[in-house]
């Protein structure tokens, strides 16, 4: 195939009003939500899409104090060039011509998501073929995927107890929530959890709230404490309990807990993915949108597969474009896993309203009883309402803010 064009769209969905959580030393604030949408024209008239990142930290190696509209002039000018005149006939070729521009290791790994997606998203389309069949190379009958419900953040314990119990209800067979409120209230909230479940469902601690509490972060005999505190409360894993890239800190940790330990969605590249798998982790969290795409994260299932001590669980914190991209993965993996839904709204399941999250898509996806079953069709299955484009046009700003207290 050969690309004609590339235009991405920086979209911002507002939280209005602003929603103001309260955390162990401090203050976030909840203005918008953003998303970044590209769609991807070859020369025969064939369109893929792809989520991109969508946090202004993702530029920050490249770009100083700049907007999400940067990123997509990256990718409208620099990469677009790259790949004016290119045949593209593997996603080798799409690396080659990211690799070319010298990037910044981030940024290179997250252009080259958007590529790599809409890539799979045509070819499936050409072939009359799923993406998860052109990742499997083969046959594939998925059964609807099992979900974790990804909410919770900065409540106080008895709420995530109430939130838990409401997902429960809803057929979700395990929960994911934010932490921060302190050890003593983090403590508290994991005992809350498992009385208010018992045993009919598994919680999930996404623990890297523990080193953004400005004064206040767990130092690493804290992070221990945690860790023996939550024991017999048996959380499924605990998320990016320290800081990304910190190895050496990840290994010290695997061996001093015998609690699995998640984390990924934070590393720079495949290559920090692939490091990451030796300290220790019981499962490795990559995304599409941050790691190279499909052909970026597969060769992450392929490596976890020949081992029987880690296994690949996606990351998916978006768009129900996204959703549906990372279900992709789940449906051709070899292992048996949970795929992330973020729980957006006003009730109280739900994280904080994101409407733009469902809106991109015309597609009516079929979620019920806590599963998934992806829509049938070639490429990513799914149809794209470009009028979000206008509906929800990019707000300037931070999508959150931080206040801290005072020492």
Same mark, same amino acid.
């Given at each position: 195939?050969?690309?004609?064009?590339?235009?991405?769209?920086?979209?911002?969905?507002?939280?209005?009003?602003?929603?103001?959580? #309260?955390?162990?030393?401090?203050?976030?604030?909840?203005?918008?939500?953003?998303?970044?949408?590209?769609?991807?024209?070859?020369?025969?008239?064939?369109? /893929?899409?792809?989520?991109?990142?969508? *946090?202004?930290?993702?530029?920050?190696?490249?770009?100083?104090?700049?907007?999400?509209?940067?990123?997509?002039?990256?990718?409208? *000018?620099?990469?677009?060039?790259?790949?004016?005149?290119?045949?593209?006939?593997?996603?080798?070729?799409?690396?080659?011509? !990211?690799?070319?521009?010298?990037?910044?290791?981030?940024?290179?790994?997250?252009?080259? %998501?958007?590529?790599?997606?809409?890539?799979?998203?045509?070819?499936?389309?050409?072939? /009359?073929?799923?993406?998860?069949?052109?990742?499997?190379?083969?046959?594939?009958?998925?059964?609807?995927?099992?979900?974790?419900?990804?909410?919770?953040?900065?409540?106080?314990?008895?709420?995530?107890?109430?939130?838990?119990?409401?997902?429960?209800?809803?057929?979700?067979?395990?929960? #994911?929530?934010?932490?921060?409120?302190?050890?003593? #209230?983090?403590?508290?909230?994991?005992?809350?959890?498992?009385?208010?479940?018992?045993?009919?469902?598994?919680?999930?601690?996404?623990?890297?709230?523990?080193?953004?509490?400005?004064?206040?972060?767990?130092?690493?005999?804290?992070?221990?404490?945690?860790?023996?505190?939550?024991?017999?409360?048996?959380?499924?894993?605990?998320?990016?309990? !320290?800081?990304?890239?910190?190895?050496?800190?990840?290994?010290?940790?695997?061996?001093?807990?015998?609690?699995?330990?998640?984390?990924?969605?934070?590393?720079?590249?495949?290559?920090?993915?692939?490091?990451?798998?030796?300290?220790?982790?019981?499962?490795?969290? %990559?995304?599409?949108?941050?790691?190279?795409?499909?052909? %970026?994260?597969?060769?992450?299932?392929?490596?976890?597969?020949?081992?029987?001590?880690?296994?690949?669980?996606?990351?998916?914190?978006?768009?129900?474009?996204?959703?549906?991209?990372?279900?992709?993965?789940?449906?051709?993996?070899?292992?048996?896993?949970?795929?992330?839904?973020?729980?957006?709204?006003?009730?109280?399941?739900?994280?904080?309203?994101?409407?733009?999250?469902?809106?991109?898509?015309? *597609?009516?996806?079929?979620?019920?009883?806590?599963?998934?079953?992806?829509?049938?069709?070639?490429?990513?299955?799914?149809?794209?309402?470009?009028?979000?484009?206008?509906?929800?046009?990019? !707000?300037? /700003?931070?999508?959150?803010?931080?206040?801290?207290?005072?020492?």
């Amino acid at each position: 195939m050969r690309l004609a064009d590339i235009t991405v769209h920086t979209l911002s969905s507002p939280i209005d009003p602003p929603q103001v959580r #309260k955390f162990y030393g401090g203050r976030r604030r909840l203005l918008k939500r953003d998303f970044v949408l590209a769609v991807v024209e070859t020369a025969d008239g064939l369109v /893929g899409y792809a989520p991109a990142a969508a *946090t202004s930290s993702a530029m920050r190696e490249y770009f100083e104090g700049t907007s999400h509209d940067d990123l997509a002039d990256l990718l409208e *000018t620099r990469v677009a060039a790259a790949l004016d005149g290119v045949t593209v006939e593997s996603p080798a070729d799409l690396r080659d011509a !990211v690799a070319g521009l010298d990037l910044p290791t981030k940024l290179a790994s997250e252009a080259l %998501g958007v590529l790599d997606v809409a890539y799979h998203d045509i070819r499936g389309k050409e072939l /009359g073929a799923p993406v998860y069949e052109l990742l499997a190379d083969g046959d594939v009958d998925p059964e609807p995927l099992d979900l974790y419900a990804s909410a919770g953040m900065y409540m106080e314990p008895e709420g995530y107890a109430e939130q838990a119990a409401a997902l429960r209800e809803q057929g979700f067979s395990a929960y #994911k929530y934010r932490p921060g409120l302190g050890p003593e #209230k983090d403590e508290r909230t994991v005992r809350l959890l498992r009385e208010a479940v018992g045993d009919e469902m598994d919680f999930m601690v996404d623990a890297h709230t523990w080193w953004k509490l400005g004064e206040r972060s767990y130092d690493f005999e804290q992070v221990v404490e945690q860790f023996d505190a939550f024991a017999d409360s048996d959380p499924y894993w605990i998320e990016e309990p !320290v800081e990304p890239a910190d190895y050496d800190a990840y290994e010290r940790l695997d061996a001093r807990t015998d609690l699995p330990l998640a984390g990924g969605e934070s590393e720079a590249s495949v290559a920090g993915l692939r490091r990451l798998l030796e300290t220790g982790v019981d499962f490795l969290q %990559g995304d599409v949108r941050h790691h190279a795409g499909f052909t %970026g994260c597969w060769e992450c299932v392929e490596l976890c597969a020949e081992r029987d001590d880690v296994v690949f669980v996606p990351h998916n914190f978006g768009t129900h474009l996204g959703l549906v991209a990372n279900g992709h993965l789940v449906a051709a993996s070899p292992e048996d896993v949970r795929l992330e839904y973020p729980v957006f709204g006003d009730g109280v399941e739900a994280m904080y309203p994101f409407p733009l999250a469902a809106d991109v898509l015309e *597609t009516d996806l079929d979620v019920e009883n806590g599963s998934l079953t992806l829509p049938e069709g070639p490429g990513l299955g799914v149809e794209v309402d470009e009028s979000v484009i206008e509906e929800y046009p990019y !707000v300037e /700003g931070a999508w959150t803010e931080f206040e801290y207290d005072e020492a």
